[in-house]
T-cell receptor, first 112, second 113 residues
Framework: GENVEQHPSTLSVQEGDSAVIKCTYSDSASNYFPWYKQELGKRPQLIIDIRSNVGEKKDQRIAVTLNKTAKHFSLHITETQPEDSAVYFC???????????FGQGTTLQVKP | NAGVTQTPKFQVLKTGQSMTLQCAQDMNHNSMYWYRQDPGMGLRLIYYSASEGTTDKGEVPNGYNVSRLNKREFSLRLESAAPSQTSVYFC????????????FGQGTRLTVV
């Protein structure tokens, strides 16, 4: 079945450093790849997404890259700040089935 | 605009009891989802409804049933609760199935003792 693998499970960086989270997906029909941020005790919220017809997308300090051939995509956060500390989830969606499958999550800690 | 609303927020059940988690969205979305969140396992899809009138199994459907009551409402039922179903449950909705942003409810923390 469909599967999304996410690494690392935990990531600790110093404030101002960059953070990179990587995901791989198994379903080659997937064409929509969102990233969600979940703060402690809160609901997941979308921070950026990318579709299969695009290789890279940026939004201020956040960027996402997609390699369809290798079936992997990554989240890049530059100039990290303490408020970036949260759990980040990647996801992949198959437009034929409608399933939205999430990775296992990455706990990011940004140390002041 | 309330977005996605789940009830209840907290629930404690005894093993074998049944209950229904309610979810409603006011964004006129077509697709709705139920996920469970357990430490280290991310968000796992239980059931989803790509559009009104359809429901399909996700990654972990065993022990659950769903009903898409109308376009707004999507309920999740536990017929005979087990301790393994202790989790945080999230309902979500999106405008179209699997290709647009999913909006999440605030979650239901369920404990089965």
């Amino acid at each position: 079945g469909e599967n999304v693998e996410q690494h690392p499970s935990t990531l600790s960086v110093q404030e101002g450093d960059s953070a990179v989270i990587k995901c791989t997906y198994s379903d080659s029909a997937s064409n929509y790849f969102p990233w969600y941020k979940q703060e402690l005790g809160k609901r997941p919220q979308l921070i950026i997404d990318i579709r299969s017809n695009v290789g890279e997308k940026k939004d201020q300090r956040i960027a996402v890259t997609l390699n369809k051939t290798a079936k992997h995509f990554s989240l890049h956060i530059t100039e990290t700040q303490p408020e970036d500390s949260a759990v980040y989830f990647c996801a992949a969606s198959n437009p034929n089935t409608g399933k939205l499958i999430f990775g296992q999550g990455t706990t990011l800690q940004v140390k002041p | 605009n309330a977005g996605v609303t789940q009830t209840p927020k907290f629930q404690v059940l005894k093993t074998g009891q049944s209950m229904t988690l309610q979810c409603a969205q006011d964004m006129n979305h077509n697709s709705m989802y139920w996920y469970r969140q357990d430490p280290g396992m991310g968000l796992r899809l239980i059931y989803y409804s790509a559009s009104e009138g359809t429901t399909d199994k996700g990654e972990v459907p065993n022990g659950y049933n769903v009903s898409r009551l109308n376009k707004r409402e999507f309920s999740l039922r536990l017929e005979s609760a087990a301790p393994s179903q202790t989790s945080v449950y999230f309902c979500a909705s999106s405008e179209t199935w699997g290709t647009t942003e999913a909006f999440f409810g605030q979650g239901t923390r369920l404990t089965v003792v």
